[in-house]
């Protein structure tokens, strides 16, 4: 091996280490955040039904998620006699792949990413549409009517809305040029108001909603109607698969979230009339404001769970396709015309 070949080798080790290292620091993070999320939602819904929340393990309940992992992990896991076992098996598997595949292309400050590639918006439609397979397959493979209503629910209910999730974005994608999310995010840097939810607001109403339709939750959350449905598409799993489902549910939550903040809220920047106002805040760390929007928008999926009902199955399909798709459709068009008059403007 000459000398050219070695440097060459060299340093494809340490990119493959430093992808490793990306990797782990990633998955650890969200891991854990995906644990205290489920502790943050008991206790801030506690807090709105003037309740306590967990209180017992830890001070303050602070040690329930970890309990509760425990508990998942020891549990007997349960297996229907009639349920075609291999796929029941990788279904939940199947689904939390999909959800934590997508944080490969979400940078979570300038630089930290762990592949920035250039259709990073179209990569996460991808993997959120490959990760209803698992639910699909769980329904199928448990034999039971509850699961299989529960599964065909959540199919029909991700095509419906993730046709409103993409177009909702289209007007983003044509603001900034690029289906690269950190390219958005420096988009946003040179835009006059450093936000994209000032113009992009349609999208973004569009966007929230479908987002919550996506991740399967209230007042959307019709897959699961433990009124109707005992508890949907995992009725039959138990132990850690039965975890697994929540831990997929919630990494999509957590993904969800930060497409909403690269993408409408600047990211890991500040507007620049806000850094002007109080200049001092530039010191703090971009990674900072990203968690601080990210805790932000998940906090407005609890409050929400909190406040509404679940809609019936019927008028959960009449808002995707007679109003979201429609306002969506709208808010591409206005940004179309309102692009190429400002670029004609300018000329």
């Not at 329930?64 to 098996?89: L, V, Y």
């Not at 709208?330 to 300018?346: D, E, G, Q, R, Y």
Request: glycine share 8%.
């Amino acid at each position: 091996m000459n000398i050219g070949s070695a440097i060459e080798l060299k340093g494809l080790l340490w990119d493959i280490g430093v992808i490793i290292f990306k990797i782990a620091i990633v998955l650890a993070a969200v891991m854990g955040h995906v644990a205290y999320a489920t502790y943050f939602e008991r206790k801030v819904i506690a807090r709105m039904q003037m309740r306590l929340g967990p209180m017992i393990v830890g001070p303050y309940g602070i040690l329930q998620p970890i309990a509760d992992g425990i508990k998942s992990f020891f549990k007997e896991d349960i297996i229907p006699a009639n349920a075609d076992k291999p796929i029941f098996f990788m279904a939940p598997v199947f689904g939390l792949m999909a959800a934590l595949t997508t944080l490969a292309v979400i940078p979570f400050y300038d630089g930290f990413i762990i592949s920035n590639i250039n259709i990073g918006l179209l990569f996460i439609f991808a993997m959120s549409s490959l990760g209803v397979y698992g639910i699909i397959l769980a329904g199928w493979a448990s034999n039971s009517k509850y699961s299989f209503l529960g599964s065909l629910r959540c199919s029909a209910q991700v095509i419906s809305y993730e046709v409103s999730l993409g177009l909702s974005l289209v007007g983003v994608m044509l603001m900034a040029g690029s289906l690269n999310l950190t390219d958005i995010v420096h988009a946003q840097q040179r835009y006059p108001g450093g936000l994209y939810i000032i113009p992009q607001f349609i999208g973004f109403f569009t966007f929230v909603v479908s987002a919550i339709a996506e991740t399967n939750r209230t007042p959307f959350d019709l897959p699961e109607a433990e009124t109707e449905l005992v508890a949907g598409f995992f009725t039959e799993y138990s132990g850690m698969r039965f975890a697994l489902f929540f831990m997929a549910e919630y990494t999509g939550m957590i993904v969800m979230s930060s497409v909403a903040v690269l993408c409408y809220l600047g990211g890991w920047t500040l507007p620049p009339f806000i850094l002007k106002l109080l200049p001092f805040l530039a010191a703090v760390p971009g990674i900072v404001w990203f968690v601080l929007k990210l805790y932000a928008c998940i906090f407005f999926y609890y409050w929400i769970r909190a406040t509404l009902p679940r809609y019936r199955y019927d008028q959960l399909m009449s808002i995707g396709w007679k109003v979201l798709i429609p306002l969506s459709l709208v808010n591409v068009v206005i940004t179309a015309l309102m692009k190429l008059w400002f670029t004609n403007s300018h000329v």
